[in-house]
């Protein structure tokens, strides 16, 4: 049977005397308890497809409605930016997939230069995008950019406010309404305005719809930043705990698990870049 | 009794797997498949660039070129996330029921959006015509 080429079975009265420390008593082998893991974390993994997923779903009936809306809106997203990031991510998920490999080798070096190299990564990462956002919360408040924010320099020539809330001004690039694009940071007219009127039919002169894409494309790049946040949370305690020397070639299913984490993340940018930052 | 099932457990495991490390793929693939991810990037940026000096909009209409743009995207998009899943996910490897889980994600994802683009087109989305009622 099989017995005659498996060592005997382990006995689970004397603890750990077959295994090491890592296997846990109800799993009957290291396998089928990193097999448990792994399936858990895809289960957790689904959940958070959906719940990107019903962002996606607002997105999809959105531009499916106001096609224009859309291509004028994306023209104000900084796509050179938004492509650094992309190629940053995708960097990161080679070095993840790297530190998986090192740990499944047994290699603590290079385990903890790539986790290293995606902290520092995933921080680069949060760094642009921060500065994609302050260039928006710059131009609401009259500065040309955010450096010009901070130090008082440089004014937007236009008025402008792409962050979405009663200030929000799309500019008017048709001449018509551009004296209605002016007139709306006053308080009062735009609080006049009815909340119906927001996702309304498309009234040609109505700005609101704009609003729509601003709206959608803060709220999913603000959630997928939080999941980098969680993702560096995550890659720096398997970077701790590398550095302990917890992880052998039997035992790296943290290092597995955390780097799925990660990737998801990934994939969830490769859809928001194009479908934010490459609209015509 | 304890022993029988570690016995069947074993015997269960000693199959295709047990001769070389779970799960595992190469560092060759892995730089392989790096190098496919960023050719797929530069492709679709490319594509954004390329579309609109084409003159689509002048064979297919504005919106012809909109859904052409979209569908080349979203095919690039998706061969992303297939290489990302496969092979640095390692679903290629993995376990039927953990392939199954991952499939799942997808075909839930299919499923709402069909439901919900159904439900509007059968109130005659998009509302160009006026407020859905």
């Not at chain 1, 603000?222 to 917890?246: E, N, P």
């Amino acid at each position: 049977m099989a017995t005659t080429t498996q060592p005997a079975a382990p006995a689970h009265g004397d603890a750990h005397a077959q295994h090491g420390p890592e296997l846990r008593h109800h799993f009957e082998t290291a396998r089928q308890q990193k097999e448990a893991a792994t399936l858990g974390m895809w289960v957790f993994l689904v959940t958070e497809v959906m719940l990107f997923g019903g962002i996606f779903m607002a997105y999809i009936v959105y531009r499916w409605a106001f096609p224009e809306i859309w291509a004028e809106s994306a023209k104000h997203l900084n796509t050179p930016l938004g492509t650094v990031n992309t190629v940053v991510l995708l960097v990161s998920s080679l070095t993840v997939a790297l530190a998986v490999n090192a740990a499944e080798e047994g290699r603590r070096r290079t385990l903890l230069t790539m986790l290293g190299i995606t902290i520092v990564l995933g921080f680069a990462f949060l760094g642009i995008k921060a500065y994609e956002y302050s260039e928006k919360f710059a131009h609401c408040s009259g500065y040309a950019n955010p450096l010009a924010w901070a130090t008082g320099g440089a004014a937007l020539g236009e008025t402008e406010c792409l962050v979405p809330g009663r200030a929000f001004v799309f500019p008017e690039e048709h001449g018509g309404a551009a004296g209605e694009a002016a007139a709306a940071p006053t308080e009062g007219a735009v609080q006049a305005e009815p909340i119906g009127n927001v996702i309304g039919a498309a009234v040609p002169t109505q700005k609101t719809p704009h609003q729509l894409f601003f709206f959608l494309y803060f709220v999913a790049t603000a959630l997928h930043a939080v999941h980098m946040l969680i993702g560096l949370t995550i890659v720096s305690t398997l970077t701790f705990l590398a550095w302990r020397g917890l992880f052998t070639p039997v035992y790296y299913t943290p290092v597995e698990i955390g780097g799925l984490y990660w990737h998801l993340i990934d994939i969830v940018w490769v859809f928001l870049f194009p479908l934010f930052y490459l609209v015509h | 009794m304890a022993t029988t099932s570690d016995n069947s457990a074993q015997g269960h495991a000693a199959g295709a797997h047990d001769d070389h490390p779970y799960g595992h793929i190469g560092r060759p693939t892995y730089y392989k498949i790096f190098g496919a991810l960023m050719g797929l990037m530069i492709l679709t940026v490319l594509a954004w660039y390329v579309e609109p000096l084409l003159g689509l909009d002048r064979l297919v209409g504005e919106n012809g070129a909109r859904v052409i743009g979209i569908t080349v995207a979203m095919a690039i998009a998706i061969a992303k996330t297939a290489l990302i899943v496969l092979f640095f996910m390692h679903i290629k490897v993995s376990e039927r029921v953990t392939q199954l889980y991952a499939a799942a994600a997808f075909v839930g994802l299919a499923i709402m959006v069909i439901i919900i683009m159904g439900d509007y087109f059968a109130r005659g989305w998009p509302p160009q015509l006026g407020p859905l009622t």
